[in-house]
């Protein structure tokens, strides 16, 4: 149940300084709506509130989880990747609007009421130390986020359906991608009353999320849960205060213009 950093999304510092200069993004030279713009003439963000829309989901999962970074079994013949949190968890698909097709998912599993000790995955991996700190947490309002992906088959394909004219735009895209999925964990914790996010991250994913201001506490020391992780948190008004004052372009998607926020 790892914040897994697929390939795009494990680009170490210096790469990351790359996409932003390339995007002519930083704290200089752009305006805030114009990358918004950007975002919105290239993709959106849906939620996954019909069966439909969650098989998708969970196809993208399988794509990523199962094949491409292979940390869960292959075994549903349904080519569906689910599991026993989906069912207290809500979910969002991104989308690439000319190859009207979906791209990537993200989840975020949401407290049980009368079983907030089981809530999340987070809890069945931690040592005792680092369940007392994260028992400090809000959990009532907590939500762990996971699944966050891209598929690069999937973006193989839309990048295929795509004009020829913009044949490269997917693959020079994933700063934007990030900012999509994140833009829907924004909109799902407001929507279900969620003031925190936990995880447990790629120490290199944490990297990039802190230079694009984005920042997480971690709980206790890092783990070994498909690979190195780091178990973390944010303050979900925090983060999103952290971004408007370094990075108020990357602010403008993450709350579509503010309109997530009102």
């Not at 697929?6 to 805030?32: E, N, P, Y």
């Not at 700063?175 to 994140?182: A, E, K, P, T, W």
């Not at 984005?214 to 709980?219: A, D, E, L, S, W």
Request: hydrophobic residues 45%; glycine residues 6%; contains cysteine.
């Amino acid at each position: 149940m790892t914040l897994h950093s697929v390939q795009q999304f494990s680009h170490t510092d210096a790469r990351l300084k790359a996409v932003l200069h390339a995007d002519g993004i930083g704290r200089m030279g752009i305006r805030d709506e114009s990358l918004l713009e950007s975002f919105n003439s290239q993709f959106d963000v849906l939620p996954a509130n019909n069966v439909e829309r969650i098989r998708t989901a969970q196809r993208i999962r399988y794509q990523v989880y199962c094949i491409e970074h292979p940390h869960e079994s292959a075994d549903n013949l349904d080519g569906l990747e689910m599991d026993a949190f989906d069912a207290h968890a809500v979910q969002s698909l991104l989308i690439h609007r000319a190859a009207n097709a979906a791209l990537g998912t993200v989840r975020l599993i949401l407290p049980l009421a009368d079983g907030l000790d089981f809530s999340f995955p987070l809890q069945r991996v931690l040592d005792g130390r680092s369940l007392a700190e994260f028992k400090r947490l809000p959990l009532h309002t907590t939500g762990e986020v996971s699944r966050f992906s891209v598929s690069r088959e999937f973006r193989r394909t839309a990048q295929s359906a795509a004009q020829p004219a913009r044949a490269g735009f997917i693959d020079n895209s994933a700063l934007l991608m990030r900012l999509g999925l994140i833009q829907g964990l924004v909109r799902m914790s407001a929507q279900h009353g969620i003031t925190h996010w936990c995880a447990a991250m790629e120490p290199s994913l944490l990297r990039i999320l802190s230079a694009m201001a984005i920042q997480f506490h971690p709980i206790g020391p890092v783990i070994d849960y498909h690979g190195l992780r780091q178990p973390c948190y944010c303050v979900v008004a925090d983060a999103i205060d952290e971004v408007k004052r370094n990075r108020p372009a990357f602010w403008s998607v993450l709350t579509g213009g503010s309109a997530l926020l009102d």
